[in-house]
Nanobody, 124 residues
Framework: QVQLVESGGGLVQAGGSLRLSCAASGRTFSIAAMAWFRQVPGKERTFVAATTWSGGATYYADSVSGRFTISRDNAENTVYLQMNSLKPEDTAVYYC?????????????????WGQGTQVTVSS
């Protein structure tokens, strides 16, 4: 099993930046990839970004490409999401996810482990 704990959410004005962190523990040696998803009330959880655990490949949703950057620190078992040029529509609960199998799928059912989420609110 893998446990994931997100941090770094908060309130920021439009145009500002935030960096989210996701600390992994447990069977981290088995992790093949990690991702960030987000969810607003009444809607499905949607894909934001993903990275292989080796860092060799990344994948972004079109809505965040060029503004968000996913990165990882293997020594710290932590994945980050640097969010720049934030917009009010980025407001959501952001979730970290992990999987043991290769690939960077954009569908939530393909990810096995999930954190509890961290709230990001962008004011206009």
């Amino acid at each position: 099993q893998v446990q994931l704990v997100e941090s770094g959410g908060g309130l920021v004005q439009a145009g500002g930046s935030l960096r989210l962190s996701c600390a992994a523990s447990g069977r981290t040696f088995s992790i093949a990839a990690m991702a960030w998803f987000r969810q607003v009330p009444g809607k499905e959880r949607t894909f934001v970004a993903a990275t292989t655990w080796s860092g060799g490949a990344t994948y972004y949703a079109d809505s965040v490409s060029g503004r968000f950057t996913i990165s990882r620190d293997n020594a710290e078992n932590t994945v980050y999401l640097q969010m720049n040029s934030l917009k009010p529509e980025d407001t959501a609960v952001y979730y970290c996810a992990a999987r043991f199998t290769r690939g960077l799928p954009a569908t939530q059912r393909e990810w096995r482990f999930w954190g509890q989420g961290t709230q990001v609110t962008v004011s206009s």
